[in-house]
């Protein structure tokens, strides 16, 4: 079983949707959690930053921690087609530096 | 956030030729860096911690003597691929840690993507 699991997709929306990506994960220790978006070929660009529980908005992005669950989300209102990229969560624990990935959701947007 | 530089961005190479991908952190000096490798369509995997002033620390499986790391300076790593096959061939990427206090985030160079005949 991975650390971190994540459904590959792709997932296609219209325009306008509100997308709903997420993780589960089985490592307790793990207490911060990020979201990176990745556009082909290129490297991660970092979305969203949460350490321990709770939810985290920042424009049209929401991360929702739910660490009794061990379960992480991403939503995007109103989705355009400049979202669609692959989408990779991250977390670690306290103790390393380093991250442990999803296998990333790829998402298109239709427009 | 923090500025990541990686060159060269594109190599390709003949099998058993070694290439070396260079990391530099612009805006603030970083006595580790984190080295990853994503095969298509597959997530990262982190390969390697680049130590200033001591040895890289590798995770399992991955070969030492392959993968040559070096943290030349505070703003510099360099991870040399020697030997090169195709199997190599793969997407590398390089990051900084979390800053002081350990409660922040990482960010990411834009990656160098080799691919060996």
């Known amino acids: 079983q991975k650390e971190v699991e994540q459904d590959p997709g792709p997932l296609s929306v219209p325009e306008g949707a509100i997308v709903s990506l997420n993780c589960t994960y089985s490592?307790?220790?793990?207490?911060?959690f990020m979201w990176y978006r990745q556009y082909s070929r290129k490297g991660p660009e970092l979305l969203m930053y949460t350490y321990s529980s709770g939810n985290k908005e920042d424009g049209r992005f929401t991360a929702q921690v739910d660490k009794s669950s061990k379960y992480i989300s991403l939503f995007i209102r109103d989705s355009q087609p400049s979202d669609s990229a692959t989408y990779l969560c991250?977390?670690?624990?306290?103790?390393?530096?380093?991250?442990?990935f999803g296998s990333g959701t790829r998402l298109q947007v239709q427009p | 956030g923090a500025v990541v530089s990686q060159h060269p961005s594109r190599v390709i190479c003949k099998s058993g030729t070694s290439v070396k991908i260079e990391c530099r952190s612009l805006?603030?000096?970083?006595?580790?860096m984190f080295w990853y490798r994503q095969f298509p369509k597959q997530s990262l995997m982190l390969m390697a911690t680049s130590n200033e002033g001591s040895k890289a620390t590798y995770e399992q499986g991955v070969e030492k003597d392959k993968f040559l790391i070096n943290h030349a300076s505070l703003t510099l790593s360099t991870l040399t691929v020697t030997s090169a096959h195709p199997e190599d061939s793969s997407f590398y990427i390089c990051?900084?840690?979390?800053?002081?206090?350990?409660?922040?985030?990482?960010?990411f160079g834009p990656g160098t993507r080799l691919t060996v005949l």
């Open positions: 990051s900084t840690p979390p800053r002081a206090g350990g409660a922040s985030e990482q960010f």
């Open positions: 490592n307790s220790a793990f207490q911060y």
């Open positions: 991250a977390m670690r624990d306290t103790g390393r530096r380093a991250l442990t």
């Open positions: 805006d603030f000096q970083a006595t580790t």
